[in-house]
């Protein structure tokens, strides 16, 4: 696997021969990679010839500083994973090469971005988008994976790459749970041991066939901080702090 951390360097390579008439495919992620973002690689393993990822802690995506200075980071283990996963190029930029306008220019989408985490967390989807279209710009692959854990932010990269013809293919992957149903999260790493045994019971809850009030009153007794639980688009989706960590997961309404 090659790793690339200058963006000069990456186009150069990029605009060279070597990807010429072989498909890529490409999983963005922001790094402390666990099973779920493994299986986006395996995924798109399977149906490219070439596999890129990107590990990148996106600046413009945290509406809260503290947030974004907690957020692990383990560059050297995920490379160590990502290579051992098959991927044949690990892009690792840094904020300034990506954000050479300072953040001047941005993607907005004024509906979908408003809702649910968005309610929460203002700001958070304009940071991804805008990530997200460079990134598929700077990589343009054929095919971009993306973890439905995350099924808000999925729908409006997928939702910008139709509204502004991005020539790419958004390809949804199942949540990956551990063995005791927490959906995998490189937040999960921010979890003490107290609050990781109790962090399952957010798909429990969510799963339940209590009213939504219902699971949010069990969610609190737990000693979650419930911010919301909302049907949409054929699914239950809720997010909800544990301690200082903020937990999102979704299952089939
Ligand atoms: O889901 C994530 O890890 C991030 O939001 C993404 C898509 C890599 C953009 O920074």
Redesign the pocket.
């Known amino acids: 696997m090659i790793t690339v951390k200058s963006l000069k360097r990456w186009r150069t390579l990029r605009a060279g021969g070597r990807f010429g008439g072989r498909s890529l495919g490409f999983v963005?992620?922001?790094g402390a990679l666990h099973d779920g973002h493994l299986s986006l690689i395996a995924r798109a393993r399977r149906e490219n010839d070439i596999v890129a990822a990107?590990v990148?802690v996106?600046p413009a995506?945290f509406n809260d500083k503290k947030d974004l200075a907690r957020y692990p980071r383990t560059l050297a283990a995920d490379t160590k994973m990502l290579a051992a996963a098959g991927a044949d190029f690990l892009l690792a930029p840094n904020a300034g090469d990506m954000y050479p306008d300072g953040y001047r220019y941005r993607v907005d989408e004024k509906e979908e971005s408003r809702l649910l985490c968005g309610a929460y967390r203002p700001g958070h989807f304009e940071g991804?988008l805008t990530?997200?279209l460079k990134l598929l710009n700077l990589v343009k692959p054929d095919r971009a994976y993306?973890?439905e854990k995350?099924y808000q932010?999925y729908r409006l990269?997928k939702g910008m790459a139709e509204a502004l013809f991005l020539d790419v293919e958004i390809v949804p992957c199942p949540i990956v749970r551990e063995p005791d149903g927490l959906a995998m999260s490189s937040r999960n790493l921010l979890l003490n041991e107290e609050e990781r045994a109790i962090a399952p019971a957010l798909n429990m809850v969510l799963g339940s066939k209590a009213s939504i009030p219902n699971m949010k009153k069990a969610l609190a007794k737990l000693g979650f901080g419930p911010e919301y639980i909302e049907e949409r688009w054929g699914r239950r989706l809720a997010a909800a702090k544990l301690g200082k960590v903020r937990l999102i997961d979704n299952v089939e309404a």
């Open positions: 963005p992620t922001m990107s990148f996106n995506q991804v990530v997200v993306f973890g995350d932010q990269i």
